[in-house]
């Protein structure tokens, strides 16, 4: 029979270990499966028609989601409604805990009786440890992607899987620097400077003009610099608007093995703190983070927060391996001059931090998600 699963990721970073999982579930039930729920454009490729558009959901921090409210809760009653409807075999959601939480919740309180798990575990060891003793009252698994987080909290019963983080399967390193520098017509010697500003809007808004400026910086001392900004559909047209008459030499890309290509052509990258640290560093491009929240949102993070660093790489280290310009540090001068100093001194030790992710691990972490689900939707592994 086949196995109907209901998928809902709420932003780009969700989508992307979205559409791993759909492969590798593709894999273990010789596609006998049907997807339903809410996912991006690559979610899409692999098979699900999302119940609505993703952008609608990509939102990030207190002041900035108040707008978005009445949107976000008409789309939790209609996930709702659909999963009623489809009656699947078990739900995942991915990643975007504060929306994810929510539509557990809305399970438990319908009498949803179907088996429904969380992938991405929230960052209790960064702030916010009461999660630990609630999450058992609302899903029924839990996949961390780090090693140390099952024991925040199996100790209150909640079932958790430590599978690795998916950035060591998605090909990070395995990107074609010929290809890309032969597309755009670019010599082995010409500077590449790789922008990632997020995928949010407000991430645009927020550090899409620094970026900007900083690389209008570079370009002074770095002749021939080449700007590449690998981005995503939900904020493609806001970015492409946004350099309509940009003069610096540069290129808009959409697509997983583009990103890549874009990597391994990069002589250092800027990046917006998240997931994508990582892969640059699978990638080994040497790269800063930068982030601005709205000032009440940064406050209150300031207030909850742990924790010495925001990058995972540095987090694992216990050490500044990646420079992290945050808030009244991200400006266009500091940007400008941690990137200069990248040029000059590009090595940075992400190793030891990768291994922990699961770098070495035979089992991949889609794969390990994969064969979990099955199990908890009654069927187990078909081939």
Sequence with gaps: MTVKVYLVAGEASGDLLGSRLMRALKRQTNNDIAFYGVGGETMQVEGINSLFDIKDLAVMGLMEIIPSIP??????????????????????????????????????????????????????????????????????????????????????????????????????????????????NLTKQAPVLALLPGSRKNEIKSLLPLFMQTAEQLSETHPNLFVVIPTVQTVADKITKQLKDWKVPHAIILGEQARYNAFAAANIAIAASGTVSLELAMAKVPHLIAYRLNVLTAALARRVLKIKYVNLINLLQDKAVIPELLQENCTVEKLTQTSEDLFQNPKQEVLPSLEKLGLNEAESPSEKVASSLLKLAGEGKNG
């Design 71 to 184: 949107k976000i809760l008409r789309h939790l009653n209609e996930i709702i409604t659909d999963i009623k409807q489809i009656q699947p075999d078990v739900i995942l959601t991915i990643d975007s805990y504060s929306f994810s939480i929510r539509v557990h919740k809305l399970l438990k309180k319908n009498n949803i009786d179907i088996p429904h798990a969380h992938y991405v575990a929230p960052q209790v060891w960064a702030w916010n440890k009461g999660r630990t003793k609630v999450l058992p009252k609302w899903i029924d698994h839990l996949f961390c992607l780090l090693p140390n987080e099952p024991d925040y909290f199996t100790p209150y019963g909640l079932p958790t899987t430590f599978v690795g983080h998916p950035v060591i399967e998605g090909g990070a390193d395995k990107g074609d620097a010929n290809k890309f520098r032969s597309q755009y």
